[in-house]
T-cell receptor, first 115, second 114 residues
Framework: NAGVMQNPRHLVRRRGQEARLRCSPM?????VYWYRQLPEEGLKFMVY????????ESGMPKERFSAEFPKEGPSILRIQQVVRGDSAAYFC?????????????FGPGTRLTVT | AQTVTQSQPEMSVQEAETVTLSCTYD???????LFWYKQPPSRQMILVIR??????QNATENRFSVNFQKAAKSFSLKISDSQLGDTAMYFC???????????FGTGTSLTVIP
Protein backbone atom coordinates (compact mmCIF):
# COMPACT_ATOMS: atom_id res chain seq x y z
CA ASN A 1 0.00 0.00 0.00
CA ALA A 2 2.09 2.88 -1.33
CA GLY A 3 1.97 6.14 0.54
CA VAL A 4 1.97 9.61 -0.94
CA MET A 5 4.62 9.83 -3.63
CA GLN A 6 6.42 12.95 -4.72
CA ASN A 7 8.93 13.41 -7.48
CA PRO A 8 11.49 14.50 -7.98
CA ARG A 9 12.92 14.37 -4.47
CA HIS A 10 15.50 17.00 -5.34
CA LEU A 11 15.23 19.60 -8.06
CA VAL A 12 17.79 22.23 -9.04
CA ARG A 13 16.75 25.12 -11.24
CA ARG A 14 18.48 28.28 -12.36
CA ARG A 15 16.79 31.60 -11.79
CA GLY A 16 14.15 32.20 -14.45
CA GLN A 17 13.49 28.53 -15.21
CA GLU A 18 10.29 26.65 -14.50
CA ALA A 19 9.89 24.03 -11.77
CA ARG A 20 7.30 21.26 -11.90
CA LEU A 21 6.67 19.22 -8.78
CA ARG A 22 4.53 16.10 -8.89
CA CYS A 23 2.42 14.44 -6.24
CA SER A 24 0.58 11.13 -6.43
CA PRO A 25 -1.85 10.72 -3.53
CA MET A 26 -2.40 7.55 -1.59
CA UNK A 27 -4.64 4.99 -3.21
CA UNK A 28 -8.26 5.86 -2.56
CA UNK A 29 -7.50 9.49 -1.78
CA UNK A 30 -9.03 12.18 -3.95
CA UNK A 31 -7.91 15.32 -2.12
CA VAL A 32 -4.45 16.85 -2.25
CA TYR A 33 -2.79 19.63 -0.26
CA TRP A 34 0.47 21.43 -0.97
CA TYR A 35 2.66 22.97 1.73
CA ARG A 36 5.94 24.86 1.59
CA GLN A 37 8.67 24.70 4.20
CA LEU A 38 11.20 27.52 4.06
CA PRO A 39 14.53 26.97 5.86
CA GLU A 40 14.21 26.99 9.65
CA GLU A 41 10.40 27.25 9.49
CA GLY A 42 7.34 25.07 9.81
CA LEU A 43 5.16 24.00 6.91
CA LYS A 44 2.87 26.65 5.43
CA PHE A 45 -0.29 25.80 3.52
CA MET A 46 -0.41 26.74 -0.14
CA VAL A 47 -3.34 25.11 -1.90
CA TYR A 48 -6.00 22.42 -1.55
CA UNK A 49 -7.34 20.55 -4.57
CA UNK A 50 -9.62 17.74 -5.48
CA UNK A 51 -9.65 16.21 -8.94
CA UNK A 52 -10.21 18.93 -11.57
CA UNK A 53 -11.05 21.52 -8.92
CA UNK A 54 -9.14 23.99 -6.72
CA UNK A 55 -10.94 24.21 -3.39
CA UNK A 56 -8.73 26.65 -1.50
CA GLU A 57 -5.73 28.55 -2.84
CA SER A 58 -5.52 31.13 -0.09
CA GLY A 59 -1.87 30.30 0.63
CA MET A 60 -0.61 30.49 -2.93
CA PRO A 61 1.52 33.45 -4.02
CA LYS A 62 -0.45 35.50 -6.50
CA GLU A 63 2.12 35.32 -9.26
CA ARG A 64 4.21 32.57 -10.83
CA PHE A 65 2.65 29.72 -8.83
CA SER A 66 -0.12 27.44 -10.06
CA ALA A 67 -1.46 24.01 -9.17
CA GLU A 68 -3.64 21.44 -10.82
CA PHE A 69 -4.99 17.98 -10.11
CA PRO A 70 -6.26 16.51 -13.37
CA LYS A 71 -8.76 13.71 -13.71
CA GLU A 72 -5.92 11.36 -14.63
CA GLY A 73 -2.41 11.58 -13.30
CA PRO A 74 -0.65 13.30 -10.43
CA SER A 75 -1.18 16.72 -8.97
CA ILE A 76 1.30 19.28 -10.30
CA LEU A 77 2.67 22.35 -8.54
CA ARG A 78 4.18 24.65 -11.11
CA ILE A 79 6.50 27.55 -10.38
CA GLN A 80 7.34 29.79 -13.30
CA GLN A 81 10.44 32.00 -13.50
CA VAL A 82 11.85 30.73 -10.23
CA VAL A 83 13.76 33.07 -7.91
CA ARG A 84 16.18 32.28 -5.07
CA GLY A 85 13.42 32.86 -2.53
CA ASP A 86 11.54 29.86 -3.96
CA SER A 87 14.22 27.53 -2.60
CA ALA A 88 12.37 25.39 -0.07
CA ALA A 89 10.98 21.95 0.61
CA TYR A 90 7.55 21.42 -0.92
CA PHE A 91 5.33 18.82 0.69
CA CYS A 92 2.21 17.21 -0.63
CA UNK A 93 -0.41 15.56 1.55
CA UNK A 94 -3.56 13.66 0.68
CA UNK A 95 -6.82 12.70 2.35
CA UNK A 96 -9.71 10.44 1.42
CA UNK A 97 -12.10 13.33 1.02
CA UNK A 98 -13.05 16.60 2.64
CA UNK A 99 -14.60 14.93 5.66
CA UNK A 100 -11.21 13.41 6.42
CA UNK A 101 -9.10 16.52 5.95
CA UNK A 102 -7.87 16.01 9.52
CA UNK A 103 -6.22 12.79 8.32
CA UNK A 104 -3.65 14.13 5.94
CA UNK A 105 -0.83 11.79 4.95
CA PHE A 106 2.36 13.52 3.94
CA GLY A 107 4.74 12.66 1.15
CA PRO A 108 8.54 12.80 1.50
CA GLY A 109 8.76 16.28 -0.02
CA THR A 110 10.62 17.82 -2.96
CA ARG A 111 13.66 19.93 -2.12
CA LEU A 112 13.86 22.78 -4.66
CA THR A 113 17.13 24.64 -4.95
CA VAL A 114 17.32 27.74 -7.13
CA THR A 115 20.82 28.74 -8.16
CA ALA B 1 -7.06 33.18 12.68
CA GLN B 2 -5.35 30.06 13.93
CA THR B 3 -1.81 30.23 15.28
CA VAL B 4 0.52 27.63 16.73
CA THR B 5 3.47 28.64 18.88
CA GLN B 6 6.48 26.57 19.88
CA SER B 7 8.70 28.62 22.16
CA GLN B 8 11.60 26.16 22.45
CA PRO B 9 13.74 26.26 19.29
CA GLU B 10 16.18 23.66 20.62
CA MET B 11 16.21 21.07 23.37
CA SER B 12 18.42 18.20 24.41
CA VAL B 13 17.92 15.18 26.63
CA GLN B 14 20.07 12.33 27.87
CA GLU B 15 19.29 8.93 26.45
CA ALA B 16 16.68 7.08 28.55
CA GLU B 17 15.51 10.29 30.21
CA THR B 18 12.19 12.09 29.76
CA VAL B 19 11.67 15.35 27.91
CA THR B 20 8.66 17.60 27.38
CA LEU B 21 8.13 19.80 24.34
CA SER B 22 5.76 22.75 24.65
CA CYS B 23 3.12 24.03 22.27
CA THR B 24 0.39 26.63 22.60
CA TYR B 25 -2.25 27.52 20.07
CA ASP B 26 -4.96 30.08 19.50
CA UNK B 27 -8.32 29.44 17.91
CA UNK B 28 -11.96 30.37 18.25
CA UNK B 29 -13.06 26.99 16.93
CA UNK B 30 -14.64 24.48 19.28
CA UNK B 31 -13.97 21.30 17.31
CA UNK B 32 -10.42 20.73 16.22
CA UNK B 33 -7.46 18.37 16.17
CA LEU B 34 -3.92 18.77 17.42
CA PHE B 35 -0.90 16.85 16.22
CA TRP B 36 2.76 16.31 16.88
CA TYR B 37 4.90 15.48 13.85
CA LYS B 38 8.50 14.31 13.82
CA GLN B 39 10.80 15.37 10.98
CA PRO B 40 14.13 13.51 10.96
CA PRO B 41 17.01 14.56 8.69
CA SER B 42 15.31 12.70 5.82
CA ARG B 43 12.65 15.47 6.04
CA GLN B 44 9.78 12.96 5.94
CA MET B 45 6.90 14.18 8.11
CA ILE B 46 5.99 11.38 10.52
CA LEU B 47 2.84 11.57 12.62
CA VAL B 48 3.72 10.97 16.26
CA ILE B 49 0.38 11.52 17.96
CA ARG B 50 -3.04 13.08 17.42
CA UNK B 51 -5.49 14.55 19.91
CA UNK B 52 -9.13 15.31 19.25
CA UNK B 53 -10.26 18.39 21.15
CA UNK B 54 -13.57 16.92 22.24
CA UNK B 55 -11.81 14.04 23.97
CA UNK B 56 -10.78 14.87 27.51
CA GLN B 57 -8.44 11.91 27.82
CA ASN B 58 -4.87 12.65 26.81
CA ALA B 59 -3.62 10.66 23.83
CA THR B 60 -0.77 8.21 24.28
CA GLU B 61 1.30 6.24 21.79
CA ASN B 62 3.88 3.97 23.36
CA ARG B 63 6.63 6.26 24.76
CA PHE B 64 4.84 9.41 23.56
CA SER B 65 2.06 11.12 25.45
CA VAL B 66 0.47 14.54 25.47
CA ASN B 67 -0.77 16.92 28.12
CA PHE B 68 -3.77 18.62 26.54
CA GLN B 69 -5.06 21.62 28.48
CA LYS B 70 -7.99 22.90 26.44
CA ALA B 71 -8.79 25.94 28.56
CA ALA B 72 -5.16 27.05 28.51
CA LYS B 73 -4.82 26.12 24.81
CA SER B 74 -1.72 24.14 25.60
CA PHE B 75 -0.60 20.86 24.02
CA SER B 76 2.74 19.52 25.22
CA LEU B 77 4.47 16.32 24.13
CA LYS B 78 6.23 14.08 26.62
CA ILE B 79 8.78 11.58 25.36
CA SER B 80 9.72 8.93 27.89
CA ASP B 81 12.81 6.71 27.79
CA SER B 82 14.34 8.88 25.05
CA GLN B 83 16.18 7.01 22.32
CA LEU B 84 18.84 8.17 19.87
CA GLY B 85 16.33 7.71 17.05
CA ASP B 86 14.14 10.39 18.62
CA THR B 87 16.62 13.04 17.50
CA ALA B 88 14.66 15.18 15.03
CA MET B 89 12.65 18.34 14.55
CA TYR B 90 9.25 18.17 16.20
CA PHE B 91 6.34 20.21 14.91
CA CYS B 92 3.08 20.92 16.66
CA UNK B 93 0.11 21.33 14.28
CA UNK B 94 -3.57 22.26 14.38
CA UNK B 95 -6.55 21.81 12.13
CA UNK B 96 -10.22 22.53 12.70
CA UNK B 97 -13.23 20.51 11.63
CA UNK B 98 -14.32 23.31 9.33
CA UNK B 99 -10.91 24.19 7.90
CA UNK B 100 -8.95 23.02 4.89
CA UNK B 101 -5.41 23.18 6.14
CA UNK B 102 -2.98 22.32 8.88
CA UNK B 103 -1.27 25.12 10.79
CA PHE B 104 2.24 24.31 11.97
CA GLY B 105 4.48 25.77 14.64
CA THR B 106 8.08 26.68 13.90
CA GLY B 107 9.42 23.49 15.40
CA THR B 108 11.65 22.31 18.23
CA SER B 109 14.95 20.65 17.40
CA LEU B 110 15.45 17.77 19.83
CA THR B 111 18.82 16.11 20.32
CA VAL B 112 19.13 12.91 22.32
CA ILE B 113 22.59 12.66 23.85
CA PRO B 114 24.12 9.20 24.30
Amino acid sequence: NAGVMQNPRHLVRRRGQEARLRCSPMKGHSHVYWYRQLPEEGLKFMVYLQKENIIDESGMPKERFSAEFPKEGPSILRIQQVVRGDSAAYFCASSRNRDYQYEQYFGPGTRLTVT
Amino acid sequence: AQTVTQSQPEMSVQEAETVTLSCTYDTSESNYYLFWYKQPPSRQMILVIRQEAYKQQNATENRFSVNFQKAAKSFSLKISDSQLGDTAMYFCAFTSNTGNQFYFGTGTSLTVIP
